[in-house]
T-cell receptor
Framework: DADVTQTPRNRITKTGKRIMLECSQT?????MYWYRQDPGLGLRLIYY???????NKGEISDGYSVSRQAQAKFSLSLESAIPNQTALYFC??????????FGPGTRLTVT | RKEVEQDPGPFNVPEGATVAFNCTYS??????FFWYRQDCRKEPKLLMS???SGNEDGRFTAQLNRASQYISLLIRDSKLSDSATYLC????????????FGSGTRLLVRP
């Protein structure tokens, strides 16, 4: 079984809809992250959490919110989706100084 | 200046060739370094950590030059399956301990 899972893997939604992307991990890591990647571009950090009570904005948090429900779960919400939020979204986990391990990604299309 | 800079490529090499990528980083206090591999529309996967003394994993060799603030990745005997984007990743060593991802270098290995 994969250590970091994301659901859904693919989603098409309409402008204005609320959508939640979920991430779960079995690695026992405290730190979790949400990134987006646009075609031909690098990873951009949306939000990160260093433990259940800690939430921090990344470089592109506008239009997004997160919830850290447990050590193993970190959800990303788009309150009112817009077309320029169409992207590939990755969740990742890490220890405090180690490398990050990524989930398989969620491909989101906002029409 | 970007915190982590990479030549985007693509590097187009024949099977069996040796190819090297460099990556420069701006923060001299950076503490740890990694190379990731990303296939098209897939998640980044950790290829190797980069240690001060340099390290090797099969056909892959990573080097760190702190004085010049760059890391390198050498791939020997390139395989078709090595075709991917290679991401240089740096832990800047500040209190947040977030990783900084380069935009990646694309490698194409041709028959």
């Amino acid at each position: 079984d994969a250590d970091v899972t994301q659901t859904p893997r693919n989603r098409i939604t309409k402008t204005g809809k609320r959508i939640m992307l979920e991430c779960s991990q079995t690695k026992g890591h405290d730190r979790m992250y949400w990134y987006r990647q646009d075609p031909g571009l690098g990873l951009r950090l949306i939000y990160y959490s260093f433990d259940v009570k800690d939430i921090n904005k990344g470089e592109i948090s506008d239009g997004y919110s997160v919830s850290r429900q447990a050590q193993a779960k970190f959800s990303l919400s788009l309150e009112s989706a817009i077309p320029n939020q169409t992207a590939l979204y990755f969740c990742a986990t890490s220890t405090d100084r180690g490398p990050q391990y990524f989930g398989p990604g969620t491909r989101l299309t906002v029409t | 200046r970007k915190e982590v800079e990479q030549d985007p490529g693509p590097f187009n090499v024949p099977e069996g060739a040796t190819v090297a990528f460099n990556c420069t980083y701006s923060n001299s206090a950076s503490q740890s370094f990694f190379w990731y591999r990303q296939d098209c529309r897939k998640e980044p996967k950790l290829l190797m950590s980069v240690y001060s003394s340099g390290n090797e994993d099969g056909r892959f060799t990573a080097q760190l030059n702190r004085a010049s603030q760059y890391i390198s990745l050498l791939i020997r005997d390139s395989k078709l399956s090595d075709s991917a984007t290679y991401l240089c990743v740096v832990n800047p060593g500040d209190s947040s301990y977030k990783l900084i991802f380069g935009s990646g270098t694309r490698l194409l290995v041709r028959p």
